[in-house]
């Protein structure tokens, strides 16, 4: 069974930052895709960022030149570096991994098949 941990939220004061962490048991991440998705109170989940099996790496508009994606395979770990945090950056953030090998990343829930149960980052202003 494949389970998606994620961790490292908390609260931050507004230009602050926060490094969150998704590794998984039961997958492993070696030419897999992977993202980080957000989803603030009363909005609809997002994607912030994900990392092609190649390593591209893609992120919306909004976070660009702020957070950075990464990995490290061997350890079978992927992070998200935020800095520079604003308010409006408040969520509880998801990891996702997709199922299939050897594919692009995407920002797209529907495409993206391993979740994990999220973690919350709060900035306060």
């Known amino acids: 069974q494949v389970q998606v941990v994620e961790s490292g939220g908390g609260l931050v004061q507004a230009g602050g930052s926060l490094r969150l962490s998704c590794t998984t048991s039961?997958?492993?991440?070696?030419?897999?895709?992977m993202g980080w998705f957000r989803q603030a109170a009363g909005k609809s989940r997002e994607g912030v960022s994900c990392?092609?099996?190649?390593?591209?790496?893609s992120y919306v508009d909004s976070v660009k030149d702020r957070f950075t994606i990464s990995r490290d395979v061997a350890k079978n770990i992927f992070y998200l570096q935020m800095n520079s945090l604003k308010p409006e950056d408040t969520a509880m953030y998801y990891c996702?991994?997709?199922?299939?090998?050897?594919?692009?990343?995407?920002?797209?829930?529907?495409?993206?098949?391993?979740w994990g149960q999220g973690t919350q980052v709060t900035v306060s202003s």
């Open positions: 996702a991994v997709r199922r299939s090998t050897l594919t692009r990343c995407s920002l797209s829930e529907s495409q993206n098949d391993y």
């Open positions: 039961g997958l492993s991440f070696a030419n897999r895709a």
């Open positions: 990392i092609s099996w190649g390593g591209s790496t």
